[in-house]
C-alpha cells in the first residue's frame, strides 16, 4: 500500500490573500503610505518654515541680492507652508482611518492630499527637489490606487 499524500493548499494569487476576517492587506498599506508621505511632507515644510523665519530675522547667510529679492518671499513661503501643513496633517488623518478601515471618503481624501501636496510643493521647488516631489507623488498614487480598491472593506 502506498502511504497517502496529503494535498498541497493551492496558492493564492497576491492581490486576493484575505486574513480571517475576510479583509486584505491593501488598506493597511495604503495607511502606512499615506503616514509616510505625511511625515516626510511634515518635516518638509516644517523645514520651510524654519527658512522664512531666518530670512525674516536676518540670520539667514543669503547673498544681499538675494536678501533683496526675497523681501516678498518669506511671506509667500510661510503662507504656503501652512497651507501644506495641513495638507500633510490631513495625510496622517487619512492614514490612520485607512489602516482602521473606518471612512472610505476621508481615508481616499488622505490619499489625494498625498498628490495635491506633491503638486502644491513642486510648483516653487521644480528646480530643486524634483525627485523628492516625484516621490511624494509616488506614494500618494500607490495609495490611492490601493484605498480605491479596497472600498468595500470600509465600514
Sequence with gaps: MKPERKSLPTQVPLMQMETKAGKTWRPVV???????AGVFSMSGTLLSIYFAISIVSGRSRLDRELREISRVFPEVL??????????????????????????????????????????????????????????LAALGLGSLILTLGSKQEFS
Design 30 to 36: 495604503a495607511g502606512i503610505l499615506d503616514i509616510l
Design 78 to 135: 510661510v503662507f504656503l507652508s501652512i497651507v501644506l501643513l495641513v495638507v500633510a496633517i490631513f495625510l496622517v488623518v487619512g492614514g490612520i482611518f485607512s489602516i482602521r478601515r473606518k471612512n472610505w471618503t476621508v481615508a481616499a481624501t488622505g490619499s489625494l492630499a498625498a498628490i495635491v501636496f506633491a503638486i502644491l510643493a513642486g510648483i516653487p521647488l521644480v528646480n530643486y527637489s524634483v525627485l523628492a516631489v516625484a516621490a
